[in-house]
């Protein structure tokens, strides 16, 4: 299985920014498109950002414009900067491979908090 380990969120006010790494720990992950997902008590988990291998992007709705994925594929870090937070952003957020019918296991995710 491959590790990922998500790190860099944080309690941030409305309107804020912060910035979300992630690390696997295979060289797998430089051959996959990645994407962030979040999720909030009670629902679903879903995507809000995902990056090909070549470094295509695409962004959910909600968060487009807001948001920026980027990689660096000879570190097997993904990253997600995030700006113009809003309280509805509060969310555990995770990365992994894209699509999700190919996810056999998750990291522990990391919490954003915004605080309105």
């Known amino acids: 299985q491959v590790q990922l380990g998500e790190s860099g969120g944080g309690l941030v006010q409305a309107g804020g920014s912060l910035r979300l790494s992630c690390t696997a720990s295979d060289t797998y992950f430089s051959l996959n498109a990645m994407a962030w997902y979040r999720q909030t008590p009670g629902k679903q988990r879903e995507w809000v950002a995902r990056i090909s291998s070549t470094g295509r992007t695409v962004y959910e709705d909600s968060v487009r414009g807001r948001f920026t994925v980027s990689r660096d594929n000879a570190k097997n870090t993904i990253y997600l900067e995030m700006n113009g937070l809003k309280a509805d952003d509060t969310a555990v957020y995770y990365c992994?491979?894209?699509?999700?019918?190919?996810?056999?296991?998750w990291g522990q995710g990391t919490q954003v908090t915004v605080s309105s």
């Open positions: 992994n491979i894209w699509p999700p019918t190919r996810i056999s296991n």
